[in-house]
């Protein structure tokens, strides 16, 4: 039987009435996003909030809030976002993993009597997320991390995280070498470690945030060509993501190369909208136009830039030290 043009007539104008309550949906969504990824964290919670609130069942917007609430450090609200996610999707292997670092986060700011149930969590959710997605590479990294740091009693072990190693270095050599990297930084070995990140980065990683990790080390070391080799592959990896510049600044900068353009780079990345949460703080920016000016002998600027970095982040122990040292002088 054909449906009546009235009836035809009604749920079109029941779609046509339901049309703009679901745009303004959408579109508060895409703004908790966008707020969550210029780190604007207190605007995003609101936005996710209020979505949330009228989709209840939507587990990305659960997603997004438990990232939300770690960027404000606000764990608890972290933990629970995590868990709402989880529950309206189990297999989803990414909900799995943020729940496990949210729950990785308490743990770190616990008690040792509450801390090692939550580790035990936080292993289990990572765990979770690689049985369900084998190429979640963050997830694994975030297990073998776990393993290689946490002690036996509470399920760690550099043993466990051996096997993992190996499979990664078969899905991607990148991903393995960092990991097997990392892993050899927590047992104190630098010289193996930093074999791996050379390999890392020599095995054309796409993960500009892995690259990030080893430049930040190879800086941390004064190793201009490292971090210059990982600014490289940065830029292969993501022309238009602005950590391959920086990173490429900060080589300059510890090789006291092409100042001025160091210079310009790291203006424009404290300049840049929109920002991510994965890139470098704007503190470290300013550490770096600080020791460019230390370079130039223009130790006022210098002291500006450090200045400026702990404005931005009082705990920041470079930019503390770069002080104490100008003081020193």
């Not at 990294?141 to 499979?167: H, S, W």
């Not at 990392?182 to 630098?190: A, F, N, T």
């Amino acid at each position: 039987m054909r449906p009546s043009s009235a009836l035809l007539t009604g749920l079109l104008l029941v779609l046509v009435a339901q049309a703009p309550a679901a745009r303004a949906q959408e579109a508060s969504l895409e703004a908790g996003r966008k707020a969550y990824e210029n780190s604007e964290y207190a605007t995003a919670i609101a936005l996710l909030k209020a979505a949330a609130a009228k989709e209840p069942g939507n587990g990305e917007i659960q997603l997004l809030l438990t990232k939300a609430h770690l960027g404000a450090e606000q764990i608890d609200a972290a933990v629970a976002s995590g868990e709402r996610a989880v529950a309206i999707n189990p297999k989803n292997s990414e909900y799995h993993n943020w729940l496990g670092q949210a729950y990785g986060e308490k743990a770190d700011h616990a008690s040792m009597f509450s801390a090692f149930p939550l580790a035990r969590k936080t292993q289990k959710e990572f765990e979770t997320a690689v049985q369900l997605d084998e190429r979640n590479f963050d997830a694994a990294q975030n297990l073998i991390e776990y393993d290689c740091t946490a002690p036996p009693v509470v399920g760690g072990g550099e043993e466990k995280a051996k096997p993992l190693i190996q499979k990664l270095l078969a899905l991607d050599a990148s991903q393995g070498h960092f990991a097997a990297g990392k892993c050899r930084l927590q047992k104190k070995d630098v010289t193996a470690a930093e074999a791996e990140f050379v390999k890392a980065l020599e095995s054309k990683p796409n993960s500009v945030d892995i690259i990030q990790e080893m430049a930040a080390y190879f800086a941390n070391r004064g190793a201009a060509e490292r971090v210059l080799a990982a600014a490289d592959a940065a830029q292969a990896a993501a022309p238009e993501d602005l950590r391959g510049p920086f990173f490429r600044a900060v080589g300059w900068i510890l090789k006291s190369e092409k100042l001025p353009e160091s210079e310009m780079i790291l203006r424009n990345f404290i300049q840049a909208v929109p920002r991510r949460p994965s890139y470098p703080g704007l503190w470290s920016a300013h550490y770096w136009l600080g020791q460019l000016y230390e370079k130039q002998k223009n130790t006022a600027a210098a002291r500006s830039e450090y200045e400026a970095a702990l404005k931005l982040n009082a705990k920041y122990k470079k930019a503390q030290d770069a002080l104490k040292h100008l003081g020193k002088s």
